[in-house]
């Protein structure tokens, strides 16, 4: 894993026996990696906040961001794995791409492709590979997730201090993760002992099971689109449940749906404005046009319909919107920086217009 931070070891005599080359290789990561953990104690924190926000402020409906960085017993037994005699990993600090890994699971399967694009867009792409698709070619069903490495750039929003940092990112559907989760723990009670045909027999058909329902869920995902007609002539008020219908009408379908929970945090933007009916919202849209307020942005990504207003509410009333609402949501001290951040790159557009 490549660090800001972190020194690079030597890789040391190639006249030396195998085995000693890697214990010293072992022994230089054990040191290089608790001095990381040690400069970088809320990275776990800060890789999970950077990717709830970045999925969050596209409008992708996600079940959950975990992350985690390895412990040391598992990075060193990761370390000392051989092939042929020789370690898999000669430098394992920077051979090892999940000392910090992360899981996305969304609730089907038509948002893993979303996923899989704004990682893109806002890291560099190191290695993709489709788990499920490497089982089919296999000639089977089993574990179905997507596994991205990453690495950090100068353009990735909220890890300025983890610039050429390595990173891996599983994507799955929830019923995926299910599947993983209870095979994983069988196989890990069963280790040292001989397959079983027949729980191999009974996850083959769970996992087929399972991608049948996630087919199911991705048709009831299709069918179950809030996007009905919205009279926005009509003076009605706003609420979180009909906020998807009547931006939907307002700004057309560039931006995409946000998760069904966003749009109370929404309605707090609005109502901080006293802004509380469809008339209300649709002039705001007209005053602070999309189109300026995204050239000014440039996203890396297709802003969500709550991200889009939010922003369209900073471009309006400026500080104000920073003071009435930077309490607002889960993480109050990172909406205020990040906030301030957004008008900034408003204002800096204005003044070279």
């Not at 994983?184 to 329902?213: N, V």
Request: hydrophobic share 40%.
């Amino acid at each position: 894993m490549n660090s800001a931070n972190p020194p690079r070891g030597a890789s040391g005599s190639s006249r030396r026996r195998p085995s000693t080359q890697a214990e010293r290789a072992v022994a230089r990561l054990g040191s290089t990696y608790h001095e990381w953990v040690a400069a970088h104690p809320d990275a776990a924190t800060a890789f999970q906040q950077a990717l709830v926000e970045l999925i969050g402020d596209a409008g992708v409906n996600y079940d959950r961001v975990d992350v985690r960085i390895k412990t040391w017993p598992s990075l060193k037994a990761k370390a000392k794995k051989l092939r042929d005699g020789e370690p898999v990993y000669p430098d394992p600090w920077h051979d090892i791409r999940d000392i910090i890994g992360a899981r996305i699971t969304v609730l089907h399967s038509t948002e893993i492709p979303a996923v899989l694009t704004l990682l893109a867009d806002e890291f560099e792409v190191l290695r993709s590979v489709d788990k499920a698709q490497e089982t089919r070619v296999a000639g089977g069903f089993g574990y179905g997730s997507h596994h991205v490495v990453l690495r950090v750039t100068e353009s990735s929003e909220n890890l300025e201090a983890y610039v050429g940092t390595q990173f891996e990112v599983q994507v799955r559907t929830v019923l995926q993760h299910a599947w993983a989760e209870f095979e994983h723990d069988i196989r890990y009670k069963r280790s040292g002992e001989d397959p079983d045909p027949q729980i191999d027999r009974a996850f083959t058909l769970a996992a087929g099971l399972i991608e049948l329902a996630d087919q199911q869920f991705d048709q009831i995902a299709s069918i179950n689109n809030p996007r009905h007609a919205v009279d926005t002539g009509v003076d009605a008020d706003l609420a979180a449940e009909t906020l998807p219908g009547v931006l939907t009408v307002l700004l057309g379908s560039r931006f995409p749906l946000s998760r069904p929970s966003d749009y109370r945090f929404l309605m707090e933007l609005l109502r901080a404005h006293d802004i509380e009916t469809v008339m209300q919202l649709a002039e705001l849209c007209n005053v602070s046009s999309p189109e300026t307020v995204g050239h000014a942005m440039d996203y890396a990504f297709v802003p969500g319909q709550v991200r889009i207003i939010d922003d369209l509410l900073l471009n309006h009333f400026g500080s104000t919107h920073i003071e009435r609402t930077a309490e607002l949501g889960n993480r109050p001290k990172l909406r205020r920086s990040r906030l301030e951040s957004r008008l900034a790159a408003l204002r800096a557009r204005r003044t070279q217009g």
